[in-house]
């Protein structure tokens, strides 16, 4: 048991990828390359395969020689001595192209194989220039590591995303899903970039909570008390001394609240992480469990706030083309053509400014048009949101300065003593995608908001400190994640773009 | 309503940070540096507050100059002509001296100040070789942004953890605090960078569940129905077809199961989330919610997920220990003295390898020491793991191959039919801090153990899905995201290292 395992060979450093050899002293040799390749077989020295996407990004080096893949079938269609299977790895978008011919040893066990099964291919890649695809392997073994049947539900034929909502364990195995979770995963990487890279602290704000943020939205609760048997103090209300945290819990429904304690610690904060609403909605944007980004910004006002959403949102659509591109440009042409110019539009532009009161003037005129007519006073609905953004501005817009009875009581009120120092970002093909404000810095004025709301202090004592101790400017905004992602892939159902959705009555898998 | 905002000048670009000012049509200039300066008042051209980390780490083009911060005072002490001002503004781990004469205007009102108070400080930056701190800030101007009062908690003084954490929103202003928090988001920051620059696919596997994963741990239930008049079915069953899904929902335990179907399409894919156990265990390393990473490779072995385990870990010590030295040199001198030798030795050796079969031939041998006597069959405890690790080994071990009895369902049997595919990694000074294995992919092999634990092949069909339908040789692990933070801080208690900690009757903030 004392033996050491020792490097013995760089074999390749490319792409600041490293790779190497190891072997250990019983002489098992272990073949790994950072990142692309894994050993076969129980520790012996093996095959070493390569992602697709390495041959994609860096074609060259593999040229007329012998690679190795494991995938899953896409498609296959052979004659009776030749065949080929179209294989994808999930590293990246494209799939390869492998042409067997009746040479394989298990030439017809490949024949029959179905569509999903898994396979190690091992073969020259060549270059095809007069094909469709600039390569393909010619292989020389085709090891079946997983059958499929014929009754695998992802046929190559279209589905519907209804349906493969019944099957969302292998819905990501065909491409538009593929596509909307590789894009989730680099959207959910440039948002920590942007936020790190300006050496903004990542926290984790708790999930279960004692208190209602934002005072609104239906909450679930989170209880281990026997339903069966719900306990009852001597007055026959529930006792929840006995439930697992001594009182009621719920799910938070936003991390705001704590990350601004935090703000008042580091300067700059965000929180990235699972938020809930137990909304009986069923639309096509609600679902029941969703990611939310919130940062929060000391030392700044709601001015330094759109600069940041602004900075923020341009960044991540910057990152996810350029990280995603074969993702966009499918999501373009085959989910929602338009996608890449609107993408560009906001990239290309500032974002407009205007306040809710000059929007609420030019929208009253169009009146005639909505179906939810506009008054001072009144929220804004999506139809007008979209109206400001698409036809008034062509661009994004961010409306400030709402009446205070329609936002939260922790926004800051200006001097108007009407309108708080909030701000929604509109976008255009979705309305609002981000709600922030500058918050109320001032214990008194705090207060009174308070005590006008019938809140009791007792509940924020923790949030009233921040204003007793070193109160500061302070401001921040909420990016809700899934509606982001709808954004830059065009998907129109949030059920389309949650790995495994929750929605009213729907928690499978 | 239809300003435009025009870039108006490039300011500075220096350490691959842009910074602009901006003005608009109507002349409000707004000053933005990406992410180090905001704006100061309404959007009005003012102040631009530079981070004391940027001072900190390049302070070379400030010295001479006038520059202002904004902050939270740490302490302050003064005579009747001039004082010193200590001021943290949570970017930077080191806090900025601050000199003031009775020149200042409100220099009454600075005397006065209690620790704590934000303020916004600017004077001119100058160096000071023969103090402790390379440099100082003698202010022309102090700017009282919120006082403090003589009761806040955290004087200049010593407090214990334990009174810390009943102050959780205040604590992250303490040296401990601030140093845990930025190491758990920078520690964050590395898991993620060293996944996506391997192209996983980061991957939300879902809160609520139907499913219980591992068949073990207790549970939150997630409910909207109403504690006071649970509904009650015809049978007198609670009718849960009243609940929000319809059935009853827990929080997950685990993201494995789900991330296993996403690298059956990926091939490498990491979860990154909150994670929930209802124990009733009030020990320092437990919590009811924490953060767990479980990545899952396809076409991969036990082997592979041993070097993929090994190379993580050393990364994220890397990183951190690269990207938080100041903290980590905090920590290895107040909190946990050897710890960056601790952390050196995890970097500089290879991870041994050893069978729980081997494991367990050593331990037996030294029962006298042990609480618990070590037999084949029985789980390792922490203090055989720590002594495997710290005694014998003195570096990281991975211990394979365990009896079936003791780990879960999902993990492949081995040749032996006693023995299953699984893999510990324990560290000195804390055992275990990771656990996998690769996992059953024959179908008829997985039908099975799971009769012998009768559990319903109904409740996992998806599951047993992934093996009908182009299964491949796969394997993962996970990582306790707080266990690692306490490992790589030295802090003793997981309700240190969590920022609003949840354990048994504890749901604070």
């Avoid at 400014?353 to 009253?364: D, F, H, K, P, Q």
């Amino acid at each position: 048991m004392n033996q050491t395992i020792r490097k013995v060979l760089i074999l390749l450093h490319q792409n600041n990828k490293q790779a190497m050899a190891v072997v250990d002293d019983s002489c098992r040799g272990l073949f790994f390359f950072t990142g692309n390749f894994y050993t076969t077989g129980n520790g012996e020295s093996g095959m070493k395969l390569i992602d697709i996407r390495e041959i994609f990004q860096n074609p060259n080096p593999y040229f007329e020689q012998e690679v190795s893949i494991g995938g899953w079938v896409r498609s296959i269609r052979n004659s009776k001595t030749f065949g080929f299977i179209v294989i994808n790895d999930g590293t990246f978008f494209e799939p390869i192209q492998v042409v067997y011919t009746n040479e394989l040893d298990n030439f017809e066990e490949v024949e029959k194989l179905n569509v999903g099964a898994a396979l190690v291919v091992t073969g020259v890649l060549v270059e095809t220039p007069n094909a469709k695809q600039p390569f393909e392997i010619q292989a020389s073994k085709v090891e079946v590591e997983g059958a499929s049947t014929s009754d695998y539900p992802l046929q190559k034929k279209r589905h519907s995303f209804e349906y493969l909502r019944t099957i969302s364990h292998l819905r990501p195995r065909t491409n538009t899903f593929e596509a909307v979770f590789r894009v989730r995963s680099v959207l959910s990487y440039a948002i920590h970039k942007f936020f790190q890279e300006r050496d903004f602290v990542y926290v984790h704000t708790p999930i279960i909570t004692g208190s209602d943020c934002e005072g609104a939205g239906e909450m679930f609760q989170v209880t281990t008390l026997d339903l069966n048997n719900v306990p009852q103090d001597e007055a026959g209300e529930i006792d929840y001394g006995q439930d697992f945290f001594g009182k009621p819990a719920n799910l938070t429904v936003s991390g705001q609240l704590n990350g601004e304690a935090y703000a008042m610690a580091f300067k700059k904060i965000y929180t990235f992480g699972p938020t809930f609403r137990a909304e009986n909605s069923n639309t096509t944007r609600h679902a029941a469990e969703f990611w939310m980004i919130e940062p929060e910004i000391a030392f700044a006002d709601l001015y330094d706030d759109m600069i940041l959403a602004e900075e923020m949102l341009k960044y991540i659509i910057r990152y996810v083309t350029e990280h995603a591109k074969e993702e966009i440009d499918f999501f373009d042409s085959f989910v929602d053509k338009g996608l890449k110019q609107r993408l560009r539009n906001v990239l290309e532009n500032d974002f407009a400014r205007i306040t809710y009161t000059e929007a609420v003037e030019i929208l009253a005129k169009q009146n005639d048009r909505f179906d939810y007519k506009v008054t001072w006073g009144c929220d804004l609905q999506t139809e007008h949101e979209r109206y400001l953004t698409e036809e008034i501005f062509k661009r994004p817009v961010f409306v400030t300065d709402y009446p205070k009875e329609i936002k939260a009581f922790y926004m800051k009120m200006n001097e108007d003593g009407r309108t708080v120092a909030a701000v929604d970002c509109l976008v255009p093909g979705i309305g609002e995608i981000i709600g922030g404000s500058q918050r109320e810095d001032n214990l008194d004025k705090l207060k009174q908001r308070m005590m006008e709301l019938q809140m009791s202090e007792k509940d924020y004592e923790f949030y009233l400190d921040l204003r007793k101790y070193g109160s500061a400017r302070h401001a921040g905004f909420g990016l809700g994640f899934e509606r982001c992602l709808m954004y830059l892939t065009g998907m129109q159902n949030i059920r389309d773009v949650v790995p495994f959705p929750r929605t009213v009555k729907n928690c499978e898998l």
